[in-house]
C-alpha cells in the first residue's frame, strides 16, 4: 500500500456526510448563541418548562460532542485526498498545508472573536500540525494511538469525577453561575463592542479550558481514524463490504446512546452540578461511538431511495462546508447579538432549534445553486487560494 491513496478530486458520498455533521453542528451551536444557560446544568428562569427540559435532553442526547467528532473525522480523511491530490500535481505537501493551516487560524481567531466563540477552526489548525506529523505512520497505529487518546482522555475526567464526590460543589455555584448569565445577557443584547468583548472574556476564562482538555484530544483523535480510513480508502466505495456498516452501526449505537443519555440526564437542572462530570466522563467515552454509528448508517441510507435524495441535497452543502459554517454564525450572530437582532436568552430551545431547521434548509438550495455557477464556495476559493498559492479557476466553465 503506498503512503498515499489514489482517489477522485471529490467523493460524493464524503461530501454528503460532511453536509450532515454540518447540521448536527448548526444545532448545537445554536443553543450556544441563544442561551447562557445551554449545557450548563442550570435552571433557566424563562424556558424551564416540561417541553423546554425535554427538547435540552434530547439535542443533548442526540446532537451535542457527536458531529464535531465527525467533522473531525472527515477533515483527517481529507487530509490524505489533499495528500494525494498533491502528489498528482507534483507539489510539495507540506508547505501546501502549512499554509492552509495558517489560512484555518486566521480564519477561526477572527470568527471567534467577532461572531462565535466556540469556534472550532483554530483547534484545527493547531493539531492540523500535529496531524502532519503523524502522515506517515501505518493505519493500524494511528488507530490504535486514536483509541488510547479517547480511553485515557476519558479515564482521567472519570477520575475527577468520582473525586468531586469527595469535594461537594459550593452552595454559591449556581448564584455565581447565573450572575455570569445576567451578565452575558447584558453584553450580547447590547453592542458590536459588548459582544465582541463578551466573546473574548468567555475565550480566556472557560473556552480554552475546554479546547485544552476536552475537544482538543477527541479532534484529534479523530483525525487519526479519518487519516487512518482515508489510507485505506474506505469511503471511495465504502458498500463494497455493507456488513461491515452494519456491524459498525450495531457496536456504537447502544453503548453511544446510553452514555449519551446519561450526558443528557446528567446536564438537566435536577440533576444537581455534583453529576455534571460523571455525566461528561461517560458521554467522552462513548460519544466516538455513536459518531461512528451515525457515519455508517448515513452510508447505508444514501443506498436507498430517500437516501439518493438526501445526499443530493446534502453534498452541495458539504462541498462548501467551511462558507456555511461560517455563514450559520454570522446568521446566529444578527439573530441573538449585538450584531442585529439581541434575541439572546429570549427563544425557546425548541424555537432555536426550528431557527436552525430553518437556517439549514435555506443553506440546501444556496449551495447548489452556488455551486452550479462556481467551482468553489466564497471561503474555500480563498483557502485553496492559500493553499496552492495561485488564484484558481473561479467560475465553471459555461456558468452563466
Known sequence: MSNTPVAPHRLAQVDALRGFALFGILVVNIGVFSSPFYGAGA???????PVDLTARWLIAWLFETKFYLLFSFLFGYSFTLQM?????????????????LAGLAILGMAHAVLFYQGDILVTYALLGSALLLCR?????????????????????????????????VQADYMAQYKAEALSAIKAYRGTIATTIAQHIKELTETIWFMVLFVQGPFV??????????????????????PRVLWLLCALGLLPGLAGSALYATSSLPFA???WELPG????????????????????LLLRTRLGVCVGFWLAPAGRMALTNYLMQSVI??????????????SVSPLAAFGMAL?????????????????????????????????????????AG
Do not use: H
Open 272 to 274: 444537581g452540578a455534583s
Open 136 to 168: 506517515r505512520i501505518e493505519p493500524k497505529r494511528a488507530l490504535r494511538i486514536a483509541l488510547w487518546i479517547i480511553v485515557l482522555t476519558a479515564m482521567i475526567w472519570a477520575i475527577l469525577a468520582a473525586l468531586s464526590f469527595l469535594d461537594p
Open 84 to 100: 494525494a491530490a498533491a502528489e498528482r500535481s507534483q507539489a510539495a505537501f507540506t508547505p501546501r498545508f502549512l499554509r492552509r
Open 280 to 299: 461528561l466522563a461517560a458521554d467522552l467515552l462513548t460519544a466516538p461511538l455513536l459518531s461512528m454509528s451515525y457515519a455508517a448508517a448515513f452510508l
Open 358 to 398: 430553518a437556517i439549514f434548509a435555506g443553506q440546501l438550495p444556496l449551495s447548489a445553486w452556488w455551486l452550479r455557477r462556481y467551482a468553489y464556495g466564497p471561503v474555500e476559493w480563498i483557502l485553496r487560494a492559500l493553499t496552492i498559492g495561485a488564484w484558481p479557476a473561479w467560475r465553471r466553465n459555461g
Open 332 to 345: 446566529c450572530a444578527l439573530l441573538f447579538t449585538g450584531w442585529g437582532l439581541r434575541l439572546f436568552a
Open 220 to 241: 484529534f483523535a479523530m483525525f487519526l481514524v479519518g487519516y487512518a480510513l482515508g489510507r485505506r480508502n474506505a469511503l471511495a466505495d465504502p458498500w463494497r463490504q
Open 43 to 49: 435552571a433557566d428562569p424563562n424556558f424551564s418548562g
